[in-house]
């Protein structure tokens, strides 16, 4: 195989591995989730954090990133929460790259939590500064603060069961690359 064919598959494997894992974000942001009357905003609890973690622990940061920030700002933008979608890109696509990051380095469940809990401390501070600003004030991003640790801590544990079973069987059938250095 010619250098160049590698790169063309290698980026194949790139496009679709990404493109999956944006539609799995979108759809278990805006199929599996519960509206919340506790936020300024109504709030969202959703699942679709657990591919966002998923695609960073498998895939790494590059994936991690434009999975998690493009699929749930494509559900932003799809799902009238329009004016958040540019903070939910950058938050979001954050939280994958970070815990891909990690998990790039450290393929331990024990590590991945610690990822799982960076990630959360990312998704906390930078929701609170976005609704700070978009409603103008510093204390009504304070409610939104548990149901987004609850999001957070509930793909975690999902994402934590099923993480390592989950790397062998893909790893048995799907080559696991990390895109990183692409």
């Known amino acids: 195989m010619?250098?160049?064919?590698?790169?063309?598959?290698?980026?194949?494997?790139?496009?679709?591995?990404?493109?999956?894992?944006?539609a799995l974000t979108y759809v278990f942001t805006?199929?599996?989730?519960?509206?919340?009357?506790?936020?300024?905003?109504?709030?969202l609890i959703h699942l679709?954090?657990?591919?966002?973690?998923?695609?960073?622990?498998?895939?790494?940061?590059?994936?991690g990133a434009i999975a998690g920030g493009v699929g749930m700002?494509?559900?932003?933008?799809?799902?009238?929460?329009?004016l958040w979608a540019p903070f939910t890109l950058v938050i979001v696509g954050l939280m994958g790259y970070v815990t891909g990051l990690i998990a790039e380095h450290k393929?331990?469940?024990?590590?991945?939590?610690i990822a799982f809990a960076i990630a959360c401390a990312i998704k906390v501070v930078g929701y609170y500064i976005a609704e700070a600003i978009i409603y103008q004030n510093i204390f009504v991003p304070i409610s939104s603060i548990p149901g987004n640790i609850l999001q957070v801590a509930t793909a975690a544990v999902i994402v934590s069961v099923?993480?390592?079973?989950?790397?062998?069987?893909?790893?048995k059938t799907i080559p696991l690359q990390k895109f990183s250095g692409t």
Not at 30 to 43: C, Q, T
Not at 73 to 82: H, I
Not at 107 to 113: A, D, F, I, N, S
Not at 162 to 171: E, M
């Open 162 to 171: 099923i993480i390592v079973p989950l790397r062998k069987a893909v790893s």
């Open 107 to 113: 393929q331990k469940l024990g590590w991945y939590v």
């Open 30 to 43: 805006a199929f599996v989730n519960i509206r919340l009357p506790l936020a300024a905003n109504g709030g």
């Open 73 to 82: 700002a494509l559900f932003d933008l799809l799902s009238g929460w329009t």
């Open 2 to 22: 010619t250098e160049k064919a590698a790169v063309s598959k290698a980026s194949i494997y790139f496009l679709s591995v990404t493109a999956l894992f944006i």
């Open 48 to 63: 679709g954090n657990v591919p966002l973690f998923i695609a960073a622990i498998l895939y790494g940061r590059k994936v």
